[in-house]
């Protein structure tokens, strides 16, 4: 067996499970707390040490956002967050009682957070007399699939830093990276800034996506902050981590050859899939915006929208969902400020899934493009349409045929 230290649940780890089923430090073990500090160093390429003893455990990342919440705000208060977002309605709101502000960015420029839009921003939170405490960004982003490059980083820590208010960036998605540019952790951009207030930085960490164990509810806080750190910890008794989980976890994040060989396996494996579902998208018309992490891309299909509205947008997400059965995620539903794009889940598909949808979409495409061009036809017919009396008789033999009446179903195209 190469990991013994992990088989507590056998009869050689008795003695072991013994020790860790009784109560325990509510910090969480010191060997599972020094682990994740090392694993979240490593995939932030190593570029910061993380101090094992600022770690809070919370039972997943929606734990650790709440928590996190709880600490910095009081009801009524805002977070600023850049759109689109992860729904963080529930993370955020639901318990705390707080507000969120989106911080519209626009696809003219890739969906960048700019310093504008975090202006603009602001000012409409105190317009609305609404108190902004900080701002929460995901990086790597959901649903975009992009890193934020370090200039953005820089300027997200310099614009909390003139406006005092906090910095929360989630990082659950840092080891998904398959293509450049890499990760880069706020942790690495604070420590190159002299006039950077740390107590305003603060992490939100988890296992769930990087390691694919999101039944295991492994979530972090990691704050520069005491005082956060202070309440965080007392709080982590509402949504602890087992102690049978965390010596598991520790035991498999102390295998160095494991973790890279994981790491690497699942890098190459996000980048094929990812490669082979974009261009099949890309044959078909239908572009996506440029990513490099993730589990899922921002696929833009605005030109198939029948009316430039979110209406339009919820109209064609129903018709994929119930007729072409593609389950995609409207744009609206992560406060983007453009009708037409969709998020789409392409890791927890294999290859024969992968074809089948892209097959469907083909499908879905090319039906529309036929309804179009038989209504742009109509439309000419019927603008063009004269009376003769003369001998000679136009005809277009397009007007009969019944390939032009005849309905296309794009689930019975799928099949042929």
């Known amino acids: 067996m190469e990991n013994p230290d992990a088989s507590i649940c056998t009869a050689g780890g008795v003695d072991k499970f013994k020790d860790v089923a009784i109560f325990q430090d509510y910090h969480g073990l010191k060997e599972f707390r020094e682990a994740i500090a090392k694993f979240m160093g490593r995939v932030g390429g190593n570029k910061v040490i993380f101090d094992a003893n600022r770690i809070v455990m919370s039972s997943g990342a929606t734990g650790a956002n709440e928590t996190i919440m709880f600490c910095l705000a009081d009801p009524g208060d805002t977070f600023l967050v850049p759109s689109p977002y992860y729904p963080f309605a529930r993370d955020l709101r639901w318990r705390t009682g707080l507000e969120i502000v989106p911080v519209d960015c626009k696809s003219s420029n890739n969906f960048r957070i700019t310093r504008a839009a975090m202006e603009d921003a602001y000012e409409k939170a105190q317009k609305w007399n609404l108190n902004v405490k900080g701002i929460i960004i995901a990086n790597p982003s959901n649903p975009l699939g992009t890193t934020l ?21 989630d990082e659950i998605y840092a080891a998904t990276v398959f293509d450049s540019p890499r990760f880069v952790s706020v942790a690495e951009v604070i420590q190159d800034m002299d006039c950077c207030n740390r107590d305003l930085i603060h992490i939100v960490y988890s296992l769930s996506k990087d390691m694919g164990i999101p039944g295991f509810r492994v979530g972090i806080v990691y704050s520069f902050n005491d005082d956060v750190m202070l309440c965080a910890r007392k709080m982590s008794s509402f949504g602890l981590v087992s102690s049978q989980t965390q010596y598991l976890l520790a035991s498999m994040l102390s295998d160095d050859g494991f973790v890279g060989n994981f790491l690497r396996e699942s890098s190459k494996r996000l980048a094929k899939r990812h490669y082979v579902f974009t261009k099949g998208l890309e044959q078909v018309g239908i572009s996506c915006l440029t990513s490099n992490a993730g589990l899922f891309f921002w696929m833009d299909m605005r030109l198939l929208l029948k009316e430039q509205s979110f209406e339009g947008e919820i109209e064609l997400w129903r018709v994929i969902l119930n007729e072409v059965k593609l389950n995609v995620s409207p744009g609206s539903s992560f406060q983007c400020s453009e009708p037409g794009w969709f998020r789409v889940c392409f890791a927890n598909m294999d290859d024969e899934t992968v074809e089948v949808a892209l097959n469907r979409i083909r499908a879905f495409v090319l039906n529309r493009e036929n309804q179009e061009s038989n209504r742009s036809k109509r439309c000419w017919r019927k603008k063009h349409l004269r009376l003769s009396f003369s001998s000679t ?23 042929t």
């Open 393 to 415: 008789r136009l005809y277009d033999e397009t007007i009969m045929s019944p390939c032009m009446i005849s309905p296309h179903s794009p689930l019975v195209r799928a099949k």
């Open 149 to 169: 490059d370090i200039a953005t980083m820089r300027s997200l820590v310099a614009f909390v830093n003139e406006k005092n208010i906090h910095l929360v960036c």
